[in-house]
């Protein structure tokens, strides 16, 4: 989180803090050299080609291959980076992209507009089982190669969030040679344009990133233009937090994510490493309620939930003044996030008395309310690969509080592919479903209508199956929209559906806090989708 607490407490403490940035110090092209060590507790990918799925871990580890047709600068202002400039028509059914025209993928082939179709054609394709890049490139019905830098895309609807969506990794360019190898190949090794290259996968252990000596496509708002200083990047998987923080005491790691609470408090008030906090993009860090089945397709037991239970007093105690409670759907890091604490303000007494008008007003023996002899129980699913400890931890307390209301929640810890297919049946009440995305976009893939129905990936994005016409047309008019206002406007009144409605409660933003040894200078969190970048780092002399 990018937070005035944060800030005065590292400025006291003497460590440097960055949001969306880089240190001064940028890397003069490859002469740094030496292998830069990170340790992730993301979970590891599956297939390291991020078209095939989506999920945040392939981000990570393949935006340090894979770059987009354009990116996003600290200020939220789309940039050039494959693409150098981008027009729309005035009914914004056509989009016309100028590419560069001296790069090359790693395998020597070609980026033109032929590269760029052959993607996009990947995307869509239902055998590449995309999810979050399909749903991206969902209203491009037709690409023409107008030249070998110019390429045009046809929609099938107007799409304002195009330029945000195509920033993502998920929607990155690939080596159409690459693709053509086959989902397993492609899947160990992607062809991209970036800074490095896949050399070795060692499941379970590592990924070895080596340098690309002829790289010379960062995006426009980076300060180094040629190869990285670093020879090779060595991407640890390492998921227990405490061995991640020791290895960077240590020396054996020069950069972690995944920092706990606590760990990134001691690391504030210590001083000795560097803390990059960047918030993901998007949607807020929150737990989604499912309208689409008893007992939350009630407003009343779903406003009950959201209001009964001391959430903010929850997330005090367990992650020590590091984050701020969200009362938004979106990311403070999306300048039309729209807040409503009101809507969530604790009243336990009124919650007791909507449970009491909803019919939930019997006990059993054990005290949970019950209604024609069933009790108020809730099924929540949580990904242990997508939270955190601190984050089970507060969904303990959370439940600890629905069980003083007479509600029980079940928690099942569930491994990545458990929980995708628990969602996939239905079979939840309640969710936390981290997704990223570059803009208030986000909002028309989460909470319209249509995201009810999974993409070719299986994988559906409406959790809170939330089903409501006004909804659908004021998020169908911001994406056919042109003008930042009205945009904006029409954001607003989605939000103000979504949490009057209570189908989601805020917790706060999706955290992405880094550690990095004070050898090292330049590391920059990308402000696309907070996936950390080396092309401006090198070790300090």
């Known amino acids: 989180m990018s937070r005035p607490m944060i800030a005065l407490a590292a400025v006291a403490s003497g460590a440097l803090i960055l949001t969306g940035c880089t240190a001064d110090t940028a890397p003069s092209g490859a002469d740094g050299g030496g292998t830069f060590v990170y340790a992730t507790g993301d979970a590891e990918p599956d297939c390291l080609d991020p078209h095939v799925g989506g999920n945040y871990p392939q981000a990570l580890a393949g935006s340090q291959v894979i770059e987009s047709l354009v990116s996003r600068n600290d200020d939220g202002e789309i940039v050039p980076w494959l693409a150098t400039d981008w027009s729309v028509s005035s009914d914004g059914l056509t989009w016309d992209f100028t590419l560069r025209d001296d790069v090359t993928f790693t395998d020597g082939t070609d980026f033109d507009a032929d590269a760029v179709a052959a993607n996009i054609a990947h995307l869509q394709d239902p055998d590449t089982a995309s999810s979050t890049g399909y749903l991206a490139v969902q209203k491009i019905a037709d690409v023409e190669t107008v030249d070998s830098d110019q390429v045009r895309f046809h929609l099938s609807q107007p799409d304002s969030a195009l330029l945000e969506s195509l920033s993502q990794t998920w929607v990155g360019m690939q080596s159409p040679a690459g693709i053509e ?114 007992p939350f397709d009630d407003q009343r037991v779903r406003e009950a939930f959201a209001t009964g239970i001391d959430i903010d007093a929850a997330i005090d105690s367990l992650f020590f003044g590091t984050v701020d409670r969200s009362f938004s759907p979106l990311s403070s890091a999306e300048p039309a996030a729209y807040s409503d604490p009101s809507a969530f303000a604790f009243d336990s007494d009124h919650a007791a008395d909507l449970l009491d008008d909803a019919g939930w007003t019997e006990r059993d023996a054990d005290g949970y309310r019950t209604k024609d002899g069933t009790r108020l129980s809730l099924s929540f699913p949580v990904s242990t690969a997508q939270s955190i400890p601190a984050e089970q931890s507060l969904f303990d307390q959370i439940a600890a509080g629905a069980r003083d209301l007479g509600i029980e929640i079940n928690i099942e810890l569930m491994d990545l592919s458990s929980w995708y297919e628990a969602l996939g049946a239905n079979e939840y009440d309640l969710v936390s479903a981290p997704y990223t995305k570059v803009g208030p976009d986000v909002l028309r893939i989460l909470y319209h209508s ?92």
């Open 181 to 294: 190898r086959g989902m397993d190949e492609n899947c160990e090794q992607p062809i991209g344009t970036g800074p490095f290259v896949v050399s070795e996968w060692a499941h379970q252990d590592h990924i070895t990133f080596t340098r690309n000596d002829d790289y010379n496509s960062a995006p426009a708002d980076a300060k180094n233009s040629g190869p990285v200083a670093f020879d090779s990047i060595e991407w640890r998987f390492l998921p227990d937090s405490t061995s991640r923080y020791a290895a960077l005491q240590s020396g054996d790691v020069d950069m972690i994510d995944n920092v706990q609470p606590d760990v990134l408090a001691s690391a504030l008030d210590d001083g000795t490493f560097t803390v990059l906090n960047a918030p993901r993009t998007g949607a807020s860090n929150r737990i989604e309620l499912n309208a689409g089945k008893a």
């Open 450 to 541: 249509s995201g009810i129905e999974p993409a070719p990936s299986g994988y559906f994005a409406n959790h809170s199956q939330v089903d409501l016409p006004e909804l659908d047309e004021a998020l169908d008019q911001a994406s056919a929209s042109q003008d930042d206002a009205e945009r904006r406007e029409l954001y607003q009144q989605a939000q103000e559906i979504i949490l009057s409605g209570h189908y989601v409660v805020p917790l706060y933003d999706q955290l992405n806090t880094f550690l990095i040894s004070p050898d090292v200078t330049g590391v920059r969190a990308m402000p696309t989708l907070s996936t950390p970048s080396f092309v401006d780092a090198s070790f300090a002399s």
